[in-house]
Nanobody, 124 residues
Framework: QVQPVESGGGLVQPGGSLRLSCTASGVTLGHYAIGWFRQAPGKEREGVSCINFNGGITEYAESVKGRFTISRDNAKNTVDLQMNSLEPDDTAIYYC?????????????????WGQGTQVTVSS
């Protein structure tokens, strides 16, 4: 069973940065596209970013373009989401998930395995 695990969440002031990581034990993440989603209280889960298996394709939601950067290191079995210039609206639980490709990256049902999530809170 593939079980992604997120880390790196926390409390940060507006304008600050956080780096989230997604990893998994016992499975090679390099076989999968990885998507990052987030869900704020009272809102639907929304796609944030996706990276294909070798890092050659990346996708971003309009709301995070220019602020977030997704990357992967298949040798270390990790996918990171660098989040800069954070805003209060970025507050949410962030999830990583495995998928086959990034072609419909913003559709949650395109992903097979999901992590438990990590909380990101942007507040002064």
């Amino acid at each position: 069973q593939v079980q992604p695990v997120e880390s790196g969440g926390g409390l940060v002031q507006p304008g600050g940065s956080l780096r989230l990581s997604c990893t998994a034990s016992g499975v090679t993440l390099g076989h999968y596209a990885i998507g990052w989603f987030r869900q704020a209280p009272g809102k639907e889960r929304e796609g944030v970013s996706c990276i294909n298996f070798n890092g050659g394709i990346t996708e971003y939601a309009e709301s995070v373009k220019g602020r977030f950067t997704i990357s992967r290191d298949n040798a270390k079995n990790t996918v990171d989401l660098q989040m800069n210039s954070l805003e209060p609206d970025d507050t949410a639980i962030y999830y990583c998930a495995t998928g086959a490709r990034c072609s419909r990256w913003f559709v949650a049902r395109e992903y097979d395995y999901w992590g438990q999530g990590t909380q990101v809170t942007v507040s002064s």
